[in-house]
């Protein structure tokens, strides 16, 4: 299986955009790339999915790199709403088909 | 329902009892999916179903967990033997059909304290 690599938090202040990375370098696999969240006391959300363009949706937008071997995850005017966990989820390359969820991104918004 | 319900919302157990928590997925859902979720830590995968067929169970952490989903819409996960270890959130996900591309929606959960 992949392994991600995600910054433990990060903090952004309201109103302003917010890139948050992910590597998975050990990528395999041609499956998609999944983002998740988990506000506060929530089970997880669905946020966006790749495969290897950039991808737009209501929520955020979805940069892959051309190698697939990192992806950024874009806020792009973060309110106090989006404080959550973020969760980078590469394919699974034959592992389980699950979703494996590593520790994630705690985003931080200060107002 | 609305969404994915799942229940008791808490339970209290004492060691060595066996529990059953329950998922009622989202109406027409196929896939359905058993998480455990750590103070802290992202969720882990436990087991998932297509209809009433367990797709992989791999995630177990052992034989006391069992799951079963016997009419592809209610899903029961039972922890026999209950250790304190085992406490935890337990998330049920379901997904209208298997993909590629998974589109989880995730109930809110049963906290599981074990004493």
């Known amino acids: 299986d992949a392994k991600t690599t995600q910054p433990n938090s990060m903090e952004s202040n309201e109103e302003e955009p917010v890139h948050l990375p992910c590597n998975h370098s050990t990528i395999s696999g041609t499956d998609y790339i999944h983002w998740y969240r988990q506000l506060p006391s929530q089970g997880p959300e669905y946020v966006i999915h790749?495969?290897?363009s950039n991808v737009n949706n209501r929520m955020a937008s979805l940069a892959i790199a051309e190698d697939r071997k990192s992806s950024t995850l874009i806020l792009h005017r973060a309110t106090l709403r989006d404080a959550a966990v973020y969760y980078c989820i590469p394919p699974s390359g034959g592992g389980a088909d699950g979703l494996t969820f590593g520790k994630g991104t705690h985003l931080i918004i200060q107002p | 329902g609305a969404g994915v319900s799942q229940s008791p919302r808490y339970k209290v157990t004492k060691r060595g009892q066996d529990v059953a928590l329950r998922c009622d997925p989202i109406s027409g859902h196929v896939s359905l999916y058993w998480y455990r979720q750590a103070l802290g830590q992202g969720p882990e995968f436990l087991t998932y179903?297509?209809?009433?067929?367990?797709?992989?169970k791999s995630g177990l952490p052992n034989d006391r967990f069992s799951a079963e989903r016997p009419e592809g819409s209610i899903s029961t996960l039972t922890i026999q033997r209950t250790e304190q270890r085992d406490s935890a959130m337990y998330r049920c996900?379901?997904?209208?059909?298997?993909?590629?591309?998974?589109?989880?929606?995730f109930g809110s959960g049963t906290q599981l304290s074990v004493l």
């Open positions: 790749g495969l290897t």
């Open positions: 996900a379901s997904s209208l059909e298997p993909a590629v591309v998974k589109k989880l929606f």
């Open positions: 179903f297509n209809y009433e067929a367990q797709q992989d």
